[in-house]
């Protein structure tokens, strides 16, 4: 499990980050190796030229020997509040700085109907103004003077703030972190300047349609809360005033919805802390969401580009509270892989996962190629993404059902690559695992879907766990859902949505 304004995803956050890094794919790949030197590191180096094997063959050297000290891991205490408010931590004592987080469960999906499309959006435009206790220049200047760093990041099912400071700064940085994600004034001047930025930011978003093409994914697959778009819409957004988002967070921020979380401080001081402040907020449940359903379909955009940007995903309705399954899940999207035709880092990257052997090696028409997960507390939408020229659309959307098939198929998914895949998830969950930022997120996160924290160990160990079988069922299960189609570009030779629907 394990996302300045990212809108990410984890499991909490940790398996989330851990594809993320995968989208650009760490895993390395060589060419066979002749037995012989070659002739040019003959012509240089002589006959005992040193050859090397490929990489996917053990290299024999002698190992060097490990730190064999043994370090406890460190745990997660969690304290919750009379009224029902979360505050969670990890006390890595290695270097001078602490990461906060407050984390709530509030997100696009709750906002009602169209008189609140945008709300999210222009709480996380508007997030680090003023307060019920600052102006928005003190909270600027008790930023400057602490050296904090400050984020807010919304997603379609929760809220943060993120602040990262010195140890030294603790109480703080913890004060001003809690005053602006509870007590937000925002003054009706304030919201104004943040729709204007918002009107030129959607404006320069929907002169790129392929940026958009993941939230028509998404409106097209759900009805309900999940289908609600994080961008504010185009045109008139005279209704997003302070008024209606002071409304909007006294009925969504209460107490059951909010974790402090926190990596890098101890556990007893945060709570002395933070205790006064979350004790504010109201106890109850708070505005319920919209039921969401998936349903599948359609989203088609012409436009006159020469290439054209395709998804093609399926319903994983167990979501993250699902852990088996989606941990499979999680394994699979880094076993099919991907990325793009052109590597801005170099050649070698990513060369071994199914996406980029079976199709961006062997196609010349595709340009991106990238398995995709979108996934929720209950349900989510796993598939795959990609660019072709206009006029090998077809092509292309039949190669991204073939390479879905595949993997469900008995025997489809190979030992080696499965163990590769498995390699890779643990790689990047440890690597990610190093920022203090990433544990704290992992927190707060884990602790609003699960109200427990896994621990790396135990999400390491359902990784080793997960069996070719368990690919295969986990795609046969996304495959008998209604397909959802998103195009954007030329669409000449694009299939029939029907006729997509009946390759599955």
């Known amino acids: 499990m394990m996302h300045a304004h990212a809108r990410g995803r984890a499991f909490g956050s940790i398996a989330s980050r851990a594809y993320a890094a995968a989208a650009q794919p760490a895993l390395g790949t060589t060419t066979k190796a002749d037995k012989a030197p070659g002739f040019l590191s003959a012509l240089f180096a002589g006959s005992k030229a040193t050859v090397f094997p490929p990489m996917g063959e053990p290299y024999g050297a002698s190992g060097i020997g490990a730190n064999t000290d043994a370090v406890a891991a460190p745990t997660t205490s969690v304290t919750v509040l009379a009224n029902g408010a979360t505050i969670a931590s990890e006390n890595a004592p290695r270097g001078a700085t602490v990461a906060l987080g407050a984390y709530a469960n509030v997100g696009s999906e709750r906002e009602r109907s169209g008189w609140q499309s945008g709300f999210t959006h222009a709480l996380e435009r508007a997030a680090f103004r003023a307060t019920k206790n600052r102006t928005t220049f003190r909270v ?21 703030y993120a602040c990262d400071a010195l140890k030294t700064h603790v109480p703080a940085a913890v004060e001003l972190l809690l005053d602006c994600a509870i007590n937000p004034r925002l003054h009706n001047h304030e919201v104004e300047e943040v729709v204007k930025a918002m009107q030129a930011e959607v404006k320069e978003l929907h002169e790129n349609p392929q940026a958009l093409l993941m939230e028509a994914t998404h409106a097209t697959a759900y009805s ?57 907020l109201p106890a ?20 006159d580009s020469p290439i054209t940007s395709i998804v093609l995903g399926f319903e994983f309705k167990g979501g993250w509270r699902d852990t088996k399954a989606s941990t499979a899940m999680t394994v699979l999207t880094m076993l099919l892989g991907g990325g793009g035709s052109f590597s801005a880092g170099g050649p070698g990257k990513g060369m071994y996962s199914r996406l980029y052997t079976r199709v961006l090696n062997r196609y010349s028409w595709a340009q991106n190629c990238t ?21 090998h659309v077809g092509d292309m959307v039949k190669v991204m059902a073939s390479e879905l098939q595949s993997v469900a ?26 920022s203090k930022a990433v544990i704290a997120e992992d927190i ?20 080793r766990a997960v069996s070719a079988a368990d690919i295969a069922k986990a795609a046969a299960d996304l495959l008998a859902s209604n397909p959802t189609v998103a195009m954007s570009g030329e669409l000449h030779a694009a299939p029939r949505y029907e006729d997509i629907k009946a390759m599955f």
Do not use: W
């Open 140 to 160: 600027t200047r008790e930023c400057e003077v602490i050296g904090a760093t400050l984020s807010a990041s919304a997603s379609r099912e929760q809220f943060s």
């Open 224 to 280: 309900g809360g999940l289908g609600n778009a994080l961008v504010a819409p185009t045109g008139d957004l005279s209704h997003i005033t302070g008024d209606a988002l002071r409304e909007f967070v006294s009925e969504n921020f209460t107490a059951p919805r909010m974790v402090l979380a926190a990596s890098g401080c101890e556990h007893d001081e945060l709570v002395r802390i933070a205790e006064p402040m979350l004790s504010t």
């Open 284 to 303: 109850g449940e708070g505005a319920p969401a919209t039921p969401s359903v998936y349903v599948g379909g359609d989203y088609r955009q012409k436009t």
């Open 371 to 391: 398995a995709f997960h979108s996934i929720f507390n209950d349900t989510g939408i796993v598939g795959i993404s990609a660019m072709a020229n206009s006029a």
């Open 409 to 434: 198929a008995k025997g489809g998914v190979q030992e080696q690559e499965l163990e590769r895949a498995k390699n890779a998830t643990v790689s990047s969950i440890l690597m990610n695992l190093e």
């Open 444 to 463: 707060g996160r884990q602790m609003l879907t699960y109200k427990y924290r896994k621990s790396a160990a135990d999400f390491i160990a359902e990784v």
